[in-house]
């Protein structure tokens, strides 16, 4: 008997039932009926009340407190929490009047009549909109046992009527952290063509990460409209990436030195946390600076956003290879594409891109067990697929499988734990288990990452681009500091960055869109 793969660090053993067929049957609701697929559930799906161990149900008042609760960890922190005695002025950014800022206009834009393209500070966003009548619904995130509906608000992200840093005093600051994401140049390119607006004339960016805040050998780089104006039709980053850096007090020491007051930070998870820090730090030397994060991650694993720019272009990257995968595997005897994409922790894309394709008839992903071997197994479908259909394409994500290869605790600048290489790790294992059972199979793999972390956005990424870059510099005009600027559920809001940063979003094996994905593949439970 073999482990099998697990995101929870639960072991499970492969069980030694007869598999009837490599077909799966389907429930009257057209969901796969899976084996163990309500085991999966209850393992991955993280409750509401699991992350709210403190609330009492039978309190009558439980649900106002946990509001209270909600808005205290979701309000964003503004300059006004340590300068009380800040005086907004009335905002420079308005597209009625386009006259140029300077220092006859630098309290506001010359105008007849009244703009109406601010947001009133007290706009919200519901975080959540389906009102679930039971925990046994599909993707269902309760609070209570009861589904309570419980409303959940947030800030919504846009310009403000008045601002707290007058344009001709800031110098702002740009750095992209982490590895390459489709977007991020016009990311950049946003920023600092609404800085412009602003009427602000310092702008710089930080190569290479946030060692550019410390190798002195690193220059900052001056930026303007007419530097970035085509930087959008490249991918990759104009200002370079790296993962890693200095001590936050040293970052913020440098910032001090080049007098950045505004600085809007790129990245996943980690960067966001070295951002949160820097914000920390500034507020303790009572530094009058805005933090503004970006998130950038091509995983899409960023929590309550509905999805982080580079996702949609990376989805319809996958598309080519698993085409390729197809093609080569269609086209051959007994042939079987694998196709790994990315997704350390999260399966976002490889579930996208399999539903995307209609190509793919297993896809794996980190938050669902499997094992490669036993009746039950990988390779035993695989089998049955070749007999049956004469070809087959597997889609897996490169956090999937784990536990199946031999860890070496290896870590990367950012501290993230280094993967084994899942997808080379199902290749071998297919084609030894062929070899070895004389069941002739002729094996491709395909591992597309770097071409799709190098392609510029497409169109729909250029447009979530364009709007976080905006919101990001309307918020820090605005004065709030040590936030993220996302959507949800297509709105724009402003997250204070430790809600977001508090553990990677997943796919929950019990969503609708999981359910899709399984009904698109066929493919039953591997467990």
């Not at 980053?237 to 790129?266: A, K, Q, T």
């Not at 922790?345 to 579930?351: N, V």
Request: charged share 20%; glycine share 10%.
């Amino acid at each position: 008997m073999e482990s099998i793969s697990s995101p929870i660090g639960v072991t499970f053993v492969a069980s030694s039932v007869k598999k009837p067929s490599c077909t799966v049957g389907f429930s009257g609701s057209g969901v796969p009926r899976l084996r163990n697929f309500d085991r999966i559930c209850k393992n991955n799906r993280v409750f509401t009340e699991k992350k709210n161990p403190a609330i009492d149900f039978s309190d009558p008042d439980w649900k106002t407190k946990f509001q209270e609760d909600f808005e205290r960890r979701f309000d964003i922190p503004h300059l006004t929490d340590i300068f009380d005695d800040l005086v907004p002025i009335p905002s420079t950014f308005c597209l009625r009047s386009r006259t140029p800022v300077s220092e006859e206009f630098a309290d506001g834009y010359p105008s007849d009549e009244r703009w109406h393209g601010y947001i009133n500070n007290n706009d919200r966003v519901l975080l959540k909109t389906i009102h679930y009548s039971s925990p046994t619904s599909a993707g269902a995130e309760c609070i209570d046992p009861n589904c309570t509906w419980v409303e959940q608000w947030v800030h919504r992200a846009g310009p403000r009527e008045k601002i707290y840093f007058k344009p001709e005093e800031v110098k702002a600051a740009i750095v992209t952290c982490g590895g390459l994401c489709p977007g991020l140049n016009d990311v950049i390119r946003q920023i600092v063509i609404t800085l412009e607006i602003y009427g602000v004339k310092k702008i710089i960016g930080i190569p290479f990460g946030y060692r550019g805040f410390f190798n002195e050998g690193i220059q900052e780089m001056p930026l303007s409209r007419k530097v970035i104006q085509n930087i959008h039709l490249a991918g990759g980053s104009l200002l370079g990436v790296s993962r890693g850096g200095p001590d936050v007090s040293d970052i913020v020491d440098n910032m001090e030195e080049r007098g950045i007051n505004m600085l809007f930070v790129l990245g996943g998870n980690g960067t966001h946390a070295g951002a949160n820090a820097i914000h920390n730090e500034c507020h303790k030397r009572r530094m009058r600076v805005a933090v503004v994060g970006v998130p950038k991650t091509i995983d899409n694993d960023i929590l309550w956003m509905d999805k982080t720019f580079g996702f949609d272009t990376a989805v319809e990257e996958a598309q080519r290879a698993i085409n390729s995968a197809y093609i080569e595997a269609h086209s051959a005897y007994h042939g079987i594409g694998i196709v790994k994409l990315m997704g350390r922790s999260s399966g976002f894309i490889a579930m996208h891109a399999s539903l995307a394709s209609g190509q793919v008839d297993v896809c794996l992903i980190p938050e669902v067990p499997f094992y490669l071997h036993g009746p039950h197994g990988v390779l035993n479908h695989l089998k049955c697929l070749l007999e049956t259909k004469g070809s087959a394409v597997v889609c897996v994500a490169e956090g999937a499988g784990q536990n199946l290869i031999e860890k070496t605790n290896a870590k990367d600048p950012s501290g993230n734990i280094i993967l084994g290489d899942i997808g080379v790790h199902i290749q071998q294992e297919t084609k030894k288990y062929f070899k070895e059972i004389g069941f002739p199979a002729d094996v491709k793999y395909i591992d597309p990452t770097y071409m799709i972390r190098a392609c510029r956005a497409n169109a729909a990424d250029g447009i979530l681009c364009a709007v976080l870059g905006q919101n990001a510099v309307h918020g820090a005009f605005a004065g709030y500091s040590g936030i993220t600027v996302g959507i949800c559920n297509t709105h724009y809001v402003y997250f204070p960055i430790p809600e977001v940063i508090t553990y990677p979003r997943q796919v929950d094996p019990n969503s609708r869109m999981w359910h899709r994905c399984l009904t698109s593949t066929g493919q039953p439970d591997f467990v």
